[in-house]
């Protein structure tokens, strides 16, 4: 699968975890050249959520990738694992 945003590839990988309609990539399958720093948290069920902001041909997308680096036991699938909001699109 590859996560597509204003028009290149930020994320590709085979193994893809999904939870609750949200496709988890490995982390390291995330392009970092395109991703910046945000103080962005949420919590959940999960654990507590660390958000990035995508950086791409100009334009930004604000908190547009999570990842729980410690999550609850629940989810502990999700360890090292990145998943992306609305207008980021994921494509097989």
């Known amino acids: 699968m590859k996560a ?9 990988s085979d ?4 939870v609750e309609g949200e496709h988890y990539f490995p982390q390291a399958a995330l392009k970092s050249e395109y991703t910046s720093f945000s103080n ?3 919590s959940d ?5 660390y958000y990035q ?3 791409v041909n100009g334009e930004m997308k604000a908190d ?6 410690q999550p609850n036991e629940s989810a502990a699938n999700l360890k090292d694992r990145v998943a992306f909001t609305a207008g980021v699109a994921i494509v097989d």
């Open 40 to 42: 962005h948290r949420t």
């Open 64 to 69: 547009a990738v999570w990842h729980y680096p």
């Open 45 to 49: 069920w999960k654990g507590q959520a």
């Open 53 to 55: 902001s995508l950086f």
């Open 4 to 12: 597509i945003w204003n028009g290149v590839v930020v994320a590709e």
């Open 15 to 18: 193994d893809i975890v999904t």
